[in-house]
């Protein structure tokens, strides 16, 4: 019997019993794809478990539509990270997306996404994809005010995404949207992984006019507990233009999860407060 | 270096590394009391985390408040299950209690948790707690029409508790209430328990008029989403008479998430609707 546990702090972790696993080392990280018993393929990234068939539409989902639905009519979107395809999926459900660019900068996760985890990277060939295999920080140096909305996939912020969890990264980020645009981020487990949680969150604060937090349950992420912080320099998040959201086919999110959005744990919102 | 691994399935499980550990064996079950570095103290009953130090305020706050608010001026509180004592703690916080009985089966689960368990225990030596070391299911054979909050604190339906997962022991609890009485249950993880989660929200709708199930984020849990259902003959969870719930002290209820308590991810509401 093969099991695998991902120590997602020092003193805890999530243990998983394996059929079948395989393991690439890229040129960044090392990309393991385990056949688990409980939550079918998982992905998992120098360690970390990035995504997996079970309960992976609970974080696509929600890191996608929010953001697109606050958004008067969203044409053009880029993906940071994500190179598994789940979030590129969840985007192209929106009819107004004309353009979905992903920007991954290890072309390895998207072959083995590719290969092995068909029902999350499909959407990856469609024809409004197009796929930029390099690094998000320098992708954004050259795009000013031309996405309607930005959404950062990343891993967690030591190894390869480390550098896009800082104020200078999201300044990269709010000058590459254009008017009315919107970015959302995952920003870590508020419970396990306070640390970051806060400083993302204060980084994005700090740049942006505007911006929320809202959480998820993710069972196979640190906690069970995990965070997304959407922001703007122009839409408040006060009122959503399009709750309609049946035709999304969503599993997780719905027009009461969307109207209840914002509505935070009090221990969480004091960490934000604070 | 020591771990302990809580397998919440076959085949998925929590892991948390072990400062020191003391087991103990009732007549009922094996009780654990861990120290662990990421959770702090940790009760396990029969290998399942039972209640910790870190996160044990949002299990317990969830379990009993809700129940509490609902009911216009709750006397009479019978906790069955909850030998650690953290349900008393929050039901005693409530000025209108003047009775709190606990009917928990294993007596040394109150001993232990009265030794090792203090920030949690401490309110059972309340003047106002009467405890029955007795069975939940004789206890209410002789108990008619007398409580106004009854809080089903159990551990999972195998074991000592699996009987009072039943219809049967639903209906002894509903005949145990007086007239604007409610109760509430734990009612498992939604995720990683579908079928006893299934279970218990149905026999429960079956004896009760009126029913609401709600979810909360409790990391050493299994999946870290974990459900309550609360039920009443009377009263019917469409409006909270109190919501100044800032006297309560709480860390995980605020005034937002009262109100937005019965909102649930699709698939889940999609289960209790099936």
Not at 17 to 32: H, N, T
Not at 173 to 180: H, I, K, S, W, Y
Request: with cysteine; glycine share 6%.
């Amino acid at each position: 019997m093969i099991w695998f546990t991902e120590y997602q702090t020092k003193n805890t972790g999530l243990t998983v019993k394996v059929r079948e696993s395989k393991s690439f080392q890229s040129e960044y990280q090392e990309i393991l794809l385990l056949d688990t018993y409980e939550y079918g393929k998982m992905l998992v990234l120098d360690g970390a478990v990035q995504t997996c068939e079970r309960d992976e539409f609970i974080y696509h989902e929600m890191l996608a539509h929010p953001a697109l639905l606050f958004h008067s009519s969203p044409e053009r979107v880029l993906v940071i990270g994500g190179g598994d395809g789940g979030t590129v999926r969840e985007v192209l459900k929106h009819s107004s997306v004309k353009e979905v660019n992903l920007c991954e900068i290890d072309r390895m996760v998207i072959e083995v996404s590719k290969e092995y985890l068909p029902s999350i990277s499909s959407k990856l060939s469609d024809e409004r994809v197009k796929i930029f295999v390099e690094d998000g920080n320098r992708f954004l140096d050259e795009r000013k005010g031309y996405y309607d909305v930005i959404l950062l996939d990343l891993s967690d912020p030591v190894g390869p995404a480390e550098a896009l969890f800082k104020r200078n990264f999201y300044q990269k980020v709010e000058q590459a949207l254009r008017e009315g645009g919107i970015m959302a981020a995952q920003t870590e487990s508020p419970f396990l992984q306070e640390e970051y949680f806060r400083t993302a969150v204060k980084e994005i604060r700090a740049v942006f006019k505007n911006s929320k937090t809202y959480l998820a349950f993710i069972p196979t992420y640190p906690a069970g507990m995990w965070s997304f912080t959407i922001a703007s320099d122009s839409v408040d998040f006060s009122d959503i233009k399009d709750t309609n959201i049946s035709r999304l086919n969503t599993k997780y999110l719905s027009d009461t999860i969307l109207s209840s959005l914002f509505v935070l744990p009090k221990f969480v919102s004091d960490m934000i407060e604070e």
